[in-house]
C-alpha cells in the first residue's frame, strides 16, 4: 500500500516546506483543492520541481470540462488528476482522454456519491486509474463519524482504491487490511507537532 500526503495548505511556500519535510516517507504528494485554488496551476510545478521523483497529484475535483482541465493540470507537472464521480461520463472520459495523451491518470473521487460501490465499477470500466473512498472534512467533522463505510465500499467495489477522511496511526492498518492501494493521510500529518515524525510513523506501520 502506498502513501499519500494530502497537503491541505493555501501558499505554495508553506507546501514546499511540508513536502520537504514528509517526501521520504510519502509516495504521492497531494496538492489540496484549496491550495490549488488558493495559488493556481504554479503550485502543481513548484511541488513537482521540487520533488520530480514522487507522483504529484492534483486534487482538482473536476466536475465539468474534463479534458480541458486534466489537460492544464498535467502540462502543469501534475501525474494524477482527480474528477468528481457526480460528474458526467463524458466528463470522467474527456479527462481519460487527456491523461493517455499525457501517459498520466485520472482518479475519480467518489465524495458525496450515495452508491459508492457501483459507481467505482462505472468509472473504472471508464478508466479510472483508481478510485478514492472520501469522507470530505466536514463529513467527518459529523458526529459519530468513522472510517467503516468507505473501507466496506472499497472492499466491496473490488477495483483500486484509495481511502482518505480520518486516515491516521490508529487507523491505517484497517485501511490496509481493506485492500486500499493508497492510504491518505492529511490532518494526521500536516497536524502533527512534527509532520516528518508522523509520516515516518505511517510508512512504518504500513506492512
Known amino acids: 500500500m502506498k502513501l499519500q500526503v494530502a497537503i491541505d495548505l493555501l501558499t505554495t511556500e508553506a507546501a514546499l ?4 519535510q514528509v517526501a521520504e516517507y510519502v509516495d504521492i504528494i ?20 521540487a520533488h520530480p521523483d514522487k507522483v504529484v497529484f492534483a486534487d482538482l475535483k473536476t466536475m465539468d470540462a474534463g479534458e ?10 501534475a501525474d494524477l488528476v482527480t474528477v468528481l464521480g457526480a460528474a458526467d461520463d463524458s466528463t470522467i472520459a474527456g479527462a481519460v482522454k487527456a491523461a493517455k495523451a499525457h501517459n498520466k491518470g485520472v482518479v475519480v473521487d ?16 471508464l478508466g479510472a486509474k483508481f478510485v478514492e473512498m472520501h469522507a470530505g472534512l466536514d463529513e467527518q467533522a ?29 487507523t491505517i492498518a484497517d485501511v490496509q487490511k481493506a485492500g486500499a492501494d ?26
Do not use: C, H
Open 110 to 125: 467518489l465524495i458525496g456519491v450515495a452508491d459508492k460501490v457501483t459507481r467505482a465499477k462505472e468509472v473504472r470500466a
Open 17 to 20: 516546506e511540508l513536502a520537504g
Open 68 to 77: 480541458l482541465e486534466a489537460d492544464i493540470a498535467f502540462k502543469a507537472g
Open 30 to 49: 497531494e496538492l489540496g483543492t484549496p491550495l490549488i485554488k488558493a495559488e493556481g496551476l504554479s503550485a502543481i510545478t513548484a511541488i513537482k520541481k
Open 182 to 207: 493508497v492510504a491518505v493521510a492529511g490532518g494526521a500529518i500536516y497536524g502533527a507537532a512534527d509532520p516528518a515524525l508522523a509520516a515516518k510513523q505511517l510508512r512504518a506501520a504500513i506492512v
Open 142 to 170: 459529523k458526529p459519530g463519524f468513522d472510517l467503516n463505510g468507505l473501507l466496506r465500499a472499497g472492499a466491496e467495489a473490488r477495483v483500486p482504491f484509495s481511502v482518505a477522511g480520518g486516515v491516521k496511526l490508529a
